[in-house]
């Protein structure tokens, strides 16, 4: 069973950065796609970010383009996202996610998850 814990999360002022990292457990080798996703309450949960196994492809969601960064430590089996000029529209739960096979913008290929870490941030 594969298991995967975020931390970082918090409260920032408009402009501010955070960094969000997410451990996963339970897998071994690389070749896996991790992600981050958020969601605001009444609302659908939304791609930010991916990265696969080798670290050869990175997408982002055209909204945290230029402003996020996805990376990802296989030694340590974590995945980190820096998110730098946060605004208030950034904020939500945010969660990471494991997907077994090819990279994807859909929630739908994610078959684990963890249990969110929230980010809010004032204006």
């Known amino acids: 069973q594969v298991q995967l814990v975020e931390s970082g999360g918090g409260l920032v002022q408009a402009g501010g950065s955070l960094r969000l990292s997410c451990t996963v457990s339970?897998?071994?080798?690389?070749?896996?796609?991790l992600g981050w996703f958020r969601q605001v309450p009444g609302k659908e949960r939304e791609f930010v970010a991916h990265i696969t196994g080798y670290g050869g492809e990175i997408s982002y969601a055209d909204s945290v383009k230029g402003r996020f960064t996805i990376s990802r430590d296989n030694a340590k089996n974590t995945v980190d996202l820096q998110m730098a000029s946060l605004e208030p529209e950034d904020t939500a739960t945010y969660y990471c996610?494991?997907?077994?096979?090819?990279?994807?913008?859909?929630?739908?290929?994610?078959?684990?998850w963890g249990q969110g870490t929230q980010v809010t941030v004032s204006s």
């Open positions: 996610a494991f997907s077994p096979g090819a990279p994807s913008h859909s929630s739908i290929a994610y078959k684990y």
């Open positions: 339970g897998r071994t080798g690389i070749a896996y796609t």
